[in-house]
Nanobody, 121 residues
Framework: QVQLVESGGGLVQPGGSLRLSCAAS????????MGWYRQAPGKQRDMVAS???????NYADSVKGRFTISRDNAKNTVYLQMNSLKPEDTAVYYC???????????????WGQGTQVTVSS
């Protein structure tokens, strides 16, 4: 069984910074893509940033230049460094990973439980 556990959310003032972490545990053979999504109240869940095993990254236009995604393959962990936070960044942030539990099983998408990020003065 695979589990993703997130940490690092909280309340921050506009212009502040937060760093989110998401660690995968359990039966893991390999991890391809890792990503962060967010969902604000009454809105759909949108991709924020993603990173593949080779290190290539992709960002939503709204966070380019402010957020940075990175991964530590040895720790099965993905990070999201969020700088210059704005009130519109307020949302529940979810991590997602495409994980192969064993060498003979294809990859599947797993999700974390979500962590609240609130940007407010």
């Amino acid at each position: 069984q695979v589990q993703l556990v997130e940490s690092g959310g909280g309340l921050v003032q506009p212009g502040g910074s937060l760093r989110l972490s998401c660690a995968a545990s359990g039966s893991i053979f390999s991890i391809n893509a890792m990503g962060w999504y967010r969902q604000a109240p009454g809105k759909q869940r949108d991709m924020v940033a993603s990173i593949i095993s080779g290190g290539s990254t992709n960002y939503a236009d709204s966070v380019k230049g402010r957020f940075t995604i990175s991964r530590d393959n040895a720790k099965n962990t993905v990070y999201l460094q969020m700088n210059s936070l704005k009130p519109e960044d307020t949302a529940v942030y979810y991590c997602s990973m495409n994980i192969r539990p064993t060498a003979w099983i294809g990859g599947a998408n797993y999700w974390g439980q979500g962590t609240q990020v609130t940007v407010s003065s």
